[in-house]
T-cell receptor, first 110, second 114 residues
Framework: EDKVVQSPLSLVVHEGDTVTLNCSYE??????LLWYKQEKKAPTFLFML????IEKKSGRLSSILDKKELFSILNITATQTGDSAVYLC??????????FGAGTRLTVKP | KAGVTQTPRYLIKTRGQQVTLSCSPI?????VSWYQQTPGQGLQFLFE???????NKGNFPGRFSGRQFSNSRSEMNVSTLELGDSALYLC?????????????FGPGTRLTVT
């Protein structure tokens, strides 16, 4: 059975800290791994990683994909209170069959 | 470019009624997926459409159905509503990139069943 597991489930840090969120997966027909940020509304797209793009960076956020070990990490440096959200990892398989993890709830305290 | 739009944004229905939710994908996106999100169950996949064909389906009862039109717009229908159907219903549209699908969510429709 396909699995997408995120860890930790929740995390509390202080502003300025660096955090690393993990996503491991076991799926058939892997095509991509996507990261989303969800505050009190719909998930917002952050990155998509594929075989041809295993590292992505945007400002203080960066992500890598390890296709051999079947995991991805999302790194946030110099965290701010606005980074507080649930971060979702999703694995895309053939025909846009998407599997989501349960999410990591990040709380950044001032 | 406009994002994914969903209508209505909020809806209150009574048990036993039916409801239709609408989704307009980002221009050029041909795949549309639907999800149900509740505090207890998280994000649950309902179904996905591409070129008016349902390609993938989650584990929901037959009361949940959907369709996609030739302009890629999609609707989902829930018949005989139950209290447990109260949730945020999210539509996502996808575009093919690097042999994969890049998916973007709409703002959601919050359905309350009383």
């Amino acid at each position: 059975e396909d699995k997408v597991v995120q860890s930790p489930l929740s995390l509390v840090v202080h502003e300025g800290d660096t955090v690393t969120l993990n996503c491991s997966y076991e799926v058939t027909n892997f095509r991509s791994l996507l990261w989303y940020k969800q505050e009190k509304k719909a998930p917002t797209f952050l990155f998509m990683l594929t075989s041809s793009g295993i590292e992505k960076k945007s400002g203080r956020l960066s992500s890598i994909l390890d296709k051999k070990e079947l995991f991805s990490i999302l790194n946030i440096t110099a965290t701010q209170t606005g980074d507080s959200a649930v971060y979702l990892c999703a694995v895309g398989c053939n025909n846009n069959d998407m599997r989501f993890g349960a999410g990591t709830r990040l709380t950044v305290k001032p | 470019k406009a994002g994914v739009t969903q209508t209505p944004r909020y809806l209150i229905k009574t048990r036993g009624q039916q409801v239709t939710l609408s989704c307009s994908p980002i221009s050029g996106h041909r795949s549309v997926s639907w999800y149900q999100q509740t505090p207890g169950q998280g994000l649950q996949f309902l179904f996905e459409y591409f070129s008016e064909t349902q390609r993938n389906k989650g584990n929901f009862p037959g009361r949940f159905s959907g369709r996609q039109f030739s302009n890629s717009r999609s609707e989902m229908n829930v018949s005989t509503l139950e209290l447990g159907d109260s949730a945020l219903y999210l539509c996502a549209s996808s575009i093919s990139r690097d042999w994969a699908w890049e998916q973007y969510f709409g703002p959601g429709t919050r359905l309350t069943v009383t």
